[in-house]
């Protein structure tokens, strides 16, 4: 596991690196050429390393490819790692892929030096304002490059059909985990090719638009509980998998697990899920045989599917302890499975910012981070615990926060560079006065030309039931 951490971590920051330093050779490029001639030597010396760096890429992995999605930069499918000192690379980069309609620049095996050339020309050109897509392409043709395409990106209708779609898929969820418990009792046949393309739009969408899809999971049904909640985690595992480095086959995997880890359940009477007051001993006993009850149910499951046989540990160990504590006891198992591991910490989190009957209020998200982060190393994997952290971050999609301003807001979109990490973007939801508004999504690191501080900055998280609001409303809502 640790290996495929580290791994994971090595092929990030050499793309990084590799994008960083194209960009950063192009930027200067564009640059010179808005002072200088085509034909000034320093002009045509940041060509000729740009062009090597693009030649040297396209030579290992056959492709050097740049993708904008939203305020995420992508290289050969990897995210570029900012920091704050290059920051301003992204920003320039950003704008420019913007100014331009352009959601994706990819360079194909043959491009010439002369084609690099004429388009960092291109991208000089000082222009009233934006430029249309299809404008820009007819000056790409005429200047004859053939071996550099250009992708139009998303417009904000579309956005709105992914985060709709999004939507849907999460509610699919809920209703197909349903059917496959009634489907179980019945005896009848389970397809589970369905479930593998749910798993698969899951991923799909995370790909996409991940902090709108984390913003579902702050949707919870009292009523439904077992079923959102297993839908939560598995959007939860399906993400952690993806951020360590998990293969497309792997993660669909681990998807199916997490959406099956809480089969035992429905053995488990509904009066003692459902028991407002602390569990006596043989109730206790009772909910603590889920896991064993899943994976027998599972293993039946297993005898005419296509299920992966880690579903089956999952649904085991999803609550032993990293020190092999918890339930069920192990006398002879030294470690559980990586699958197992991830579900845990997902479930642990999904279910302490969820109201149970047995407990006053849920946790909000930052407070549930703050208590695993103290449950470290003797109920989780540390390692895997830090990499959910991180991909939660410091305020997670969801947060109820006060800014400086003293309007409320709701984090609707991480940021993901460590340098912003305090600085997420926020849904206005409320003025300086408390009065109830449809605001904005603003930017937090947003700077005041005029006093050049932050124009808004977090105060403190605050927990949303007691200004009685629905958080997952607004996710509901931003779908419509």
Do not use: W
Not at 429 to 458: A, F
Request: proline share 3%; net charge positive.
């Amino acid at each position: 596991m640790d290996q495929l951490q580290k791994d994971s971590s090595v092929r990030e920051k050499e793309a990084t690196r590799r994008a960083i330093e194209i960009l950063r050779r192009f930027s200067i490029a564009v640059k010179i050429v808005r002072i200088y001639e085509p034909k000034n030597h320093l002009f045509l010396e940041q060509i000729r390393y740009l062009i090597s760096l693009i030649q040297n890429i396209l030579n290992i992995e056959n492709e050097a490819s740049f993708v904008l999605r939203k305020n995420a930069l992508f290289f050969n499918g990897l995210k570029v790692r900012f920091s704050f000192s290059n920051y301003n690379l992204f920003r320039f980069i950003s704008n420019e892929f913007q100014g331009k309609e352009l959601g994706g620049l990819d360079f194909k095996p043959g491009v010439t030096e002369e084609e690099v050339k004429q388009l960092a020309i291109l991208y000089s050109k000082k222009r009233e304002g934006k430029i249309s897509f299809e404008d820009f392409m007819d000056e790409v043709k005429e200047s004859g490059i053939k071996l550099i395409s250009l992708e139009k990106a998303f417009p904000v209708d579309m956005k709105k059909t992914s985060e709709r779609d999004a939507t849907k898929v999460f509610f699919l969820g809920i209703t197909h985990l349903k059917e496959m418990y009634e489907i179980f009792e019945s005896d009848k046949k389970i397809r589970m090719n369905i479930t593998r393309r749910l798993m698969q739009s899951m991923f799909n969408h995370l790909v996409e638009n991940e902090s709108f899809v984390y913003g579902l999971t702050n949707i919870k049904n009292y009523d439904e509980y077992t079923l959102n909640h297993s839908v939560n985690v598995c959007i939860l595992s399906i993400s952690l998998g993806k951020r360590l480095g998990l293969d497309k086959n792997e993660i669909i995997d681990l998807g199916i697990s997490a959406f099956f880890h809480d089969f035992g359940k429905t053995e488990i009477p509904t009066e003692i899920l459902r028991k407002p007051g602390k569990l006596n001993e043989e109730e206790r006993d009772i909910i603590e045989k889920h896991p064993q009850l899943g994976a027998e149910k599972l293993i039946q499951l297993k005898s005419y599917s296509s299920l992966p046989l880690r579903a089956i540990n999952v649904a085991m160990e999803h609550h032993v302890k990293e020190d092999l504590g918890g339930y069920p006891q192990y006398k002879k198992k030294k470690q559980v499975n990586l699958y197992s591991k991830i579900v845990k910490i997902c479930d642990f989190f999904d279910a302490l910012t969820t109201e149970r009957p047995y407990r006053k209020r849920a946790f909000s998200r930052d407070e549930a981070l703050r208590m695993m982060m103290e449950k470290s190393e003797k109920e989780f994997d540390p390692i895997l615990l830090k990499a959910f952290i991180n991909m939660i971050g410091a305020y997670p999609v969801g947060t109820l926060v006060l800014l400086q301003t003293g309007e409320l807001g709701i984090v609707f979109e991480i940021n993901m560079e460590p340098a912003f990490i305090n600085r997420p973007k926020v849904k206005l939801i409320t003025d300086k006065y408390g009065k109830k508004l449809d605001g904005s999504v603003v930017d937090l690191t947003e700077i005041d030309p005029e006093t050049n501080q932050y124009k808004r900055s977090i105060v403190k998280s605050l927990d949303p039931h007691k200004y009685d609001i629905q958080v997952s409303d607004y996710f509901l809502v931003q779908a419509q």
